[in-house]
């Protein structure tokens, strides 16, 4: 059976992805970082929501797609410069996507919708935009929390955690109360959401 443009969208995007220069260690194995990221957030986004649309799943699987090509130490070290790295980050993640989908024959409005999601337009405001929100912020909670807070004064993870919390849902909340956390990140998030 010919693979479906979904199915080779998908697939180019993990192409892109599995090239990335950086690796990250899971389950005694190295994978490619973006590669790995991409897929953890398909698979949530399904957990999540089981009846999400192409142009979401899309969207979660192209969310940091080639992104090690833009390093953070490109932009200046401060709160602007961040603000700056992740808005161009955004837009490259948008112009990949749309380059394969367009490539394998996806419509105009498709690719547009597509692209509003990847960069987080509308927050709050769409539905579907709010549910990648949740995706990514259930991602971080569930499988790079732990390390992150390990490498932070706890005031900074609480600062953190108060503005994820803010970006999600009250079903993400909900869904994020749910993930196996350690003693002492449980009471990082109880601090936070007090």
């Not at 398909?42 to 649309?53: G, H, I, M, T």
């Amino acid at each position: 059976m010919k693979p479906t443009p979904f199915e080779i969208a998908l697939a180019l995007i993990d192409k892109k992805n599995a090239e990335d220069i950086h690796s990250y260690h899971a389950h005694g194995l190295d994978f490619p970082k973006e590669l790995l990221y991409s897929q953890r957030m398909s698979q949530k986004l399904l957990q999540f929501r089981p009846q999400a649309s192409m142009a979401l799943q899309i969207a979660a699987r192209a969310q940091h797609i080639c992104r090690w090509k833009i390093a953070r130490d490109a932009y200046p070290m401060d709160r602007v410069g961040y603000l700056k790295w992740r808005e161009t980050l955004k837009k490259m993640h948008a112009d990949i996507t749309a380059g394969i989908l367009k490539d394998v024959g996806f419509d105009a409005e498709f690719i547009e919708n597509v692209s509003l999601l990847i960069g987080k337009k509308l927050i709050k405001k769409n539905e579907e935009s709010q549910t990648l929100e949740d995706v990514v912020c259930l991602v971080f909670l569930d499988y790079y929390f732990e390390e992150f807070a390990e490498k932070q004064h706890d005031e900074k993870v609480i600062d953190i955690l108060k503005k994820t919390w803010v970006k999600m849902s009250g079903e993400a909340h909900a869904e994020a109360l749910k993930l196996h956390y350690s003693d002492k990140s449980l009471n990082l998030i109880k601090q936070a959401i007090s």
